[in-house]
């Protein structure tokens, strides 16, 4: 039986654990599927284990590496997959309880493709239901029921990929697999202490994946760090004719950074220095704001120290003056009830969970085709000003939240619960109409399809809540986005921290 | 096995919900920007809401609807340029009665 040491290693650190046969497969699959049944309930992580798939790949993957055929850095290693993606034979219930018994009779693609990279499915892993197109209300909007922070159980694991937030930090799985529409990767990565990167629309196919909204859908790596979302990357990014929206130059190549590469455990600003002389554009929300917390802003400050002892420069800079919100909203919400027309007209979207996704998929209907429209046409205005950015600096940094996790109990539209002390929001100067636009780091580069990759940069001190930084780049340089992490990370400790379960 | 794109599998998808037997319903709600001048007719308690919503869920719609129309003032306050096109582009599918295309190293 391997140890939990083992089990909570990277990808970069077991691959060549499998390669050179010092554990096996098999063993490993074992070892996770046993911490999916011992701790998966608890998290409420898991939609559906996948044992007798998840051995017979990594039987199947032990008799190759053992023959001498290593198909690469996933050769062997186990994930889950968010319940949206199409995975042969078993249940795909995309976090929804009229889906409950929804088969498919094929993989999605990125299950093809990771199979074909020889990595081993281990579960399908729970989510907010339909990923929370119609507007949910809170942590229990799944079939699966919610989803906790590995780090306190009283907490939400953010969402919508909610199972591969809680999974992915406990050690469940070697890394997971999510969606992202508008926030889905970045928040659960905030909140449950998770290295996952939303990749540039158009770079991962698509092809057997719940639809939300098909022109702002992306699906990307959530993993225990930020080199192994470029080695999952390698494996699932690239062009496929079942997807529409794949970029025909989509493939990703994880690459080597400049410098002698240190070995895992081992590395060393002294040596390896991608951020040396990059100019990086900081959004530094106000954090004094109500539902901003001043923790996330310490935290936030703290890893911009870092950036600059890497040897970045860092300049504060606002995004573009748009209704980043209303117009991400309009675009997803009016797809989704295109998509779920046939839910909402048969009455079983009253078989929700949550009563204001079933209101606003209802209401989604009458959204008008021209406000639809307005809101493509700012999208490209919206796209080309938002590149502007990157003709100064390398990457944007923001905080991947400016919030921390909320309680699992806790509805969103309820009042939060404060620290002794602490001022409601009514005693502090109304945010101004529009205010939020020039920081609104989700809302925008979601509209215009860019990357972003957040890590963990601190966990709050009284709950033991994560916290995260995200990276954002021009689109397809996803890679810029994962260099800018792993620099991040070659010199702190926070994607390393275990949960106690 | 053929593939199929996306949007067939999420139609595909979203048949796989429809139960038989399931009533019909009425027409879908009407958002305010769409309801600019009602007819005269039966007082609104004596039609029930539709897609077999209670009256606490329609009420919860039009409020849905309403908040929707006052963040929608954001963005139709925008004075979009004339030249302005949705990002999105339409291309037509060559099709059977099509003219063959030329070959890049085709000669005379």
Known sequence: MLSEDILYKSIAELGPMLRSRKISPVELAEGYLDRLEKYGAKLGAVACITRERALEEARAAEKEITAGKYRGPLHGIPYGVKDLLAAKGYPTTWGAPPFKDQRFD?????????????????????????????????????????????????YWAGGSSSGPGAATPAALAG??????????????CA????????????????????????????????????????LVMQAIAGPDASDPSAHPRGAYRHRALAGPRPKPGEMSAAVWQPLQGKKLGVVQPDFTRPGNNAEVGKAFAAALGVLKSLGATLEETLLPDYPYGP??????????????????ESG???????????????????????????????????????????????????????????LVEQEFGAPPQRPAGERPPADRPATPPGAGNQQNVIGSTNIAGLPAISVPCGYSSEKNLPMGIQFVADALRDDVAVECAMAYQSVTEFHKKRPSL | MKRMNRRHFAKLAGGAALAPGVASFSPPPLGASQSPQQPAGPPAAETAPPYGMTKEQEARVKRNIERREQQNAALRSRTLPYSLEAAFVFHVKEGATSPAPRKANARG
């Open chain 1, 106 to 154: 094929f993989d999605g693609a990125v299950v093809q493709r990771l199979k074909d990279a020889g990595a081993v499915l281990v579960a399908k892993l729970a989510m907010i239901e339909l990923a929370g197109g119609g507007g949910y209300n809170g942590a229990k909007a799944s079939l699966q029921g919610p989803s906790r922070c590995p780090f306190n159980l009283d």
């Open chain 1, 191 to 230: 909140f449950s202490g998770v290295s996952g990167l939303r990749p540039s629309y158009g770079r991962v196919s698509r092809y057997g994946a719940m639809a939300l909204s098909w022109t702002m859908d992306k699906l990307g790596p959530m993993c225990r760090s930020a080199e192994d979302c470029g």
């Open chain 1, 327 to 344: 117009v991400a909203t309009m675009l997803y919400t009016a797809e989704a009830a295109s998509i779920f027309r046939p839910l909402i």
């Open chain 1, 175 to 188: 890394f997971s697999i999510g969606s992202e529409t508008q926030g889905s990767i970045i928040t659960p």
């Open chain 1, 348 to 406: 079983k979207v009253h078989e929700l969970v949550d009563e204001s996704q079933k209101t606003g998929l209802i209401a989604a209907l009458s959204i008008p085709a021209t406000d639809y429209l307005d809101s493509f046409r700012l999208r490209g205005e919206i796209q080309r000003d938002l590149g502007k950015l990157f003709e100064k600096y390398a990457a944007i940094v923001a905080p991947s939240r400016t919030g921390l996790a909320n």
